[in-house]
Nanobody, 115 residues
Framework: QVHLVESGGGLVQPGGSLRLSCAAS????????MGWYRQAPGKQRELVAT???????NYADPVKGRFTISRDNAKNTMYLQMNSLRPEDTAVYYC?????????WGQGTQVTVSS
């Protein structure tokens, strides 16, 4: 079975940092373009960062310059380093392929940015 498990979320003050992890089993992340998505309350899920099989990265405008996506092939794990967090970054964060695959959605990890 294929599983993606997100972790690393939490409560952080504005301006703080968090690093999210996406641990994969049953799928080799480096073979696919992968992405981090987020869904804020009352909003649609949005793609915030992607990394290709070759390691090229891309970011949505709201997070550009603050978030960094990366991948550890040996650990088969993907990361999202989030710096300079803002209240509007509050959301549940998910990892999935890009384009997303419905069967790969996990539980996500909650990120709350608040003072």
């Amino acid at each position: 079975q294929v599983h993606l498990v997100e972790s690393g979320g939490g409560l952080v003050q504005p301006g703080g940092s968090l690093r999210l992890s996406c641990a994969a089993s049953g799928i080799t992340l480096r073979f696919f373009r992968m992405g981090w998505y987020r869904q804020a309350p009352g909003k649609q899920r949005e793609l915030v960062a992607t990394i290709t099989s070759g390691g090229a990265t891309n970011y949505a405008d709201p997070v550009k310059g603050r978030f960094t996506i990366s991948r550890d092939n040996a650990k088969n794990t993907m990361y999202l380093q989030m710096n300079s967090l803002r209240p509007e970054d509050t959301a549940v964060y998910y990892c999935n392929r890009d384009p997303s695959v419905i069967t790969l959605w996990g539980q996500g990890t909650q990120v709350t940015v608040s003072s």
